[in-house]
């Protein structure tokens, strides 16, 4: 049981390049998430999903993209990559059940543009 | 008012002392609360859940009130490796949005 994985780990992107950070998970949740992390802060909430089909933005969606066509995977796209994009970016995902929906998160990808 | 706010510290403690912090919420409607604890430059992880007035595991003690909407982590018997975040979380509608507050930083002291 692998839980929640994402690919890349690390990644360095020129500005303007476009990369798919992948995530699928093996617990046959529904929900998804995409979270980023600056240096020092909170997580903010990129783009979530509540099933195979279904997205919807966070709080910071502005350059991202994202698809769920399945209910494992849950990839997320930045298409001009910009220096404000770096970031450390967790995916993650939880049951259905709103009274014990803990999340579980990825080991993470820490993206730098320069 | 922020949806959920927390003390950001840093919080140094000495080993083996009690320590406790508290998160915020705005929305008087939110039914389940969560702690997560996130070691540097790694994936948070679950610590605690709460649903109702509060719940304890071990040395730690989280605690619900709902009346002022915060809920407190404690610490006892601290050890050097709790250092870490602490981030609360704090459900709206379900599940769709987790709010995290912007994390504890706690640094146990030998």
């Known amino acids: 049981n692998a839980g929640v994985t994402q690919t890349p780990k690390f990644r360095i992107l020129k500005i303007g390049q476009s990369m798919t950070l992948q995530c699928t998970q093996d617990?046959?949740?529904?929900?998804m998430y995409w979270y980023r992390q600056d240096p020092g802060m909170g997580l903010k909430l990129i783009y979530y999903s509540v099933g195979a089909g279904i997205t919807d933005k966070g709080e910071v969606p502005n350059g991202y993209n994202v698809s769920r066509s399945t209910t494992e995977d849950f990839p997320l796209r930045l298409e001009l990559a910009a220096p404000s994009q770096t970031s450390v970016y967790f995916c993650a995902s939880s049951y259905l059940d709103r009274y014990n929906s803990p999340l579980h998160f990825g080991n993470g990808t820490r993206l730098t543009v320069t | 008012r922020k949806e959920v706010e927390q003390d950001p510290g840093p919080f140094n403690v000495p080993e083996g002392a009690t320590v406790a912090f508290n998160c915020t919420y705005s929305?008087?409607?939110?039914?389940?609360f969560f702690w997560y604890r996130q070691d540097c430059r790694k994936e948070p992880k679950l610590l605690m859940s709460v649903y109702s007035s509060g719940n304890e595991d071990g040395r730690f003690t989280a605690q619900l009130n709902r009346a002022s909407q915060y809920i407190s982590l404690l610490i006892r018997d601290s050890k050097l490796s709790d250092s870490a975040t602490y981030l609360c979380v704090v459900p709206r509608f379900g599940n769709e949005k987790l709010t995290f507050g912007t994390g504890t930083r706690l640094t146990i002291i030998p």
């Open positions: 929305n008087s409607a939110s039914q389940s």
């Open positions: 617990m046959n949740h529904n929900y």
